[in-house]
């Protein structure tokens, strides 16, 4: 889905991880506005690969377990920037917030995405 939408990731931090998506006909509803299915991929997406890199793959992966997602104002060409953050790190959840900002850095949307952490079996 990344490559079909054409999502770019674009910068890491000790505490963040970012994405970029291009506000275009592989993203926009009818009406030309940014599609809230494409605003929910992104952040997802950002949330995940985020909540990835804090584990170690050998032992554990994450998986969605919830996303919600508020939709504050439109966008309608350029692209849009995801910023994932996290508010709680457990053992076996997950909790990041998402902010989708436009080129302007105008907040288009704020998602809360709810993460599993799934132990891998042991490989013998």
Known sequence: MHAHLGLEFTGVGDDWLSA???????????????????SVVLAESV???????????????????????????????????????PEAMGKRTQVWTIRISDDEDRLVCISRLTLAVIALPPTV
């Open 20 to 38: 970029r998506l291009a506000v275009d006909a592989r993203t926009t509803q009818p009406h030309g506005l940014l599609h809230g299915g494409a």
């Open 47 to 85: 949330g995940s690969v985020a909540g990835s890199l804090t584990l170690d793959p050998a032992i554990s992966r994450v998986v969605g377990l919830e996303i919600n997602a508020n939709h504050v104002r439109p966008a309608t060409s350029g692209h849009v920037h995801a910023v994932a953050r």
